[in-house]
């Protein structure tokens, strides 16, 4: 997973309430620039699938949010496993994002979310960061 130029580190918050249409368990809403705000979660399909559901509201730039999976390991780190891919550019406002399901064959997850835009005054880039809570398959 790699990161252009603009792109910042946040601190994950606690869990809370499932925004509307995301499923999964959710992390506090983060703000970016843009006045883009993201509610990360995910979840486990049931059979193995883990899937990646994304609250977003931006209300300034029009936003292209984008996932991955990465494998939370025994020590703590993490190890990228899939990339979803990006889930295309929206109108501003709030919308749900979720992919299609990816099978890792077990272990604990989390789903990093970001997002692409330009910013007022900024440059177009890859911006967010944050983190699901953790989700075992």
Known sequence: MACAAGSIAIATG???ANPPGTRGNCRADW???????????????????????????????GTDACAQLLRVNNDGSTTPVHDYGCHGREPLGYYAASWSAYYPGGGTHVFPYGYWGTPPGGSYGYYGGVQSPRVAA
């Not at 703000?31 to 509201?57: E, R």
Request: glycine share 24%; hydrophobic share 30%.
């Open 14 to 16: 606690s869990a809370h």
């Open 31 to 61: 703000a970016g620039p843009g006045q883009v705000a993201l509610s990360a979660c995910g979840y486990d399909n049931g059979d193995g699938g883990l899937v990646p559901s994304l609250g977003v509201y931006d209300g300034q730039i």
